[in-house]
């Protein structure tokens, strides 16, 4: 276990993850027979403060939304403009993740984190928007130090809102042309690794727009002479603004006692600026699916966590981690209704 899952515990009830243990070895089934099902059950005992843990009845889906200066230096060939337009389309329920998390019975809600469009009020739709675009990291900061607090302030206070109005699991999305730049600039960065090892393909760029994207990250990388591990530091000089706002809602719903499932490498990013906020927050943290971008495996490492689900998504906007609301209802209804082997009349092993 790495040094950051072994702070994980201020965020989890150790007498109920004890009491989940203990109730796993009691229900019908050979020990450890339902895999990582089991260590998920336990983990949602401790995040609750309850064996069995609640089972979640309202996720939601918060797809925090941003554009990027970076965009200018080529580093996808999207542009810019797309951005506003897919927040249409999740406002109207056309988007992949609409789809999905409609299947798994999720809500989806638009954070405008700082786009180059007005919007009009529209259900489900919020603005915590500074700026309209980000500093082109390449040659500039990303934001203000003060720009990034306030975003991390606004994504603790949505967490704690939506928490008591009944929200009791949260999955991080993300929408920005051009986020996965910077946010392998902030991976490379916390977890001091090349930039080659951090940097992929995102909405598939070509071996020219790759090499390109990898100089600029190095660039970004190896001229930052701040605090490594200060996230208010570090999404100033790299970040985006979607990723301040997760840091923050990631916090927030730490606080709150409400799991979180991570999605792609935007919220692995985003993940690694809560946990230098403070490192606690990683045992309310689920890894949803493992993106293919390189960046997303090094960042879970770094985390310590171990994906549910591995279907070579890369799609972002909350989609792998959709797909894993199923298994983390499952885990913790198998500890809220399975028999044991006294309730069920049947013999256990000799």
């Not at 229900?27 to 099902?37: F, H, M, V, W, Y």
């Not at 598939?204 to 390109?212: N, R």
């Not at 199923?326 to 399975?338: H, I, S």
């Amino acid at each position: 276990m790495n040094q950051l899952r072994e702070e994980a515990s201020r965020f989890l009830d150790r007498d109920a993850m004890e009491a989940a243990t203990q109730l796993q070895g009691r229900l019908t089934k050979p020990a450890g027979s339902l895999g990582r099902l089991e260590d998920l059950g336990v983990q949602l005992a401790g995040i609750s403060g309850a064996c069995p843990p609640r089972v979640p009845s309202r996720p939601m889906v918060v797809v925090a939304a941003g554009d990027h200066g970076v965009l200018v230096e080529g580093v996808s060939p999207w542009p810019q403009e797309v951005t506003t337009q897919m927040i249409h389309n999740f406002l109207a329920g056309g988007a992949a993740i609409n789809v999905l998390a409609d299947e798994v019975g999720a809500q989806v809600v638009v954070v405008d984190c700082g786009v180059h469009a007005e919007f009009a009020p529209a259900p489900m739709f919020y603005s915590v928007k500074r700026a309209q675009v980000t500093g082109n990291i390449h040659v500039e900061p990303a934001m203000t130090e003060a720009v990034a607090a306030a975003l991390i302030e606004e994504g603790r206070h949505f967490a704690a809102q939506q928490a008591s109005q009944g929200i009791d699991l949260f999955v991080t999305g993300d929408m920005g042309i051009g986020n996965t730049t910077p946010s392998a600039a902030l991976i490379a960065t916390v977890c001091s690794v090349s930039a080659v090892d951090v940097t992929g393909r995102g909405t598939g760029v070509d071996d020219h727009t790759l090499a390109k994207k990898t100089a600029i990250v190095t660039q970004v990388v190896d001229s930052y002479y701040g605090d490594r591990s200060n996230a208010v530091q570090l999404l100033a000089r790299m970040g985006g603004f979607e990723h301040a706002f997760l840091a923050g809602l990631i916090l927030g719903a730490a606080e709150a006692r409400v799991p979180v499932i991570l999605d792609g490498v935007i919220a692995i990013a985003a993940a690694l600026m809560a946990a230098a906020e403070d490192q606690a927050v990683v045992g309310c943290l689920i890894a949803g699916h493992r993106s293919v971008e390189p960046g997303a495996s090094v960042g879970l490492a770094h985390l310590g966590l171990e994906p549910l689900l591995d279907l070579h998504l890369r799609l972002g906007e909350g989609t792998g981690a959709a797909l894993a609301v199923p298994m983390v209802r499952a885990a913790a209804r198998v500890l809220a209704e399975m028999a044991t082997f006294d309730a069920a009349g049947v013999t256990e092993k000799g």
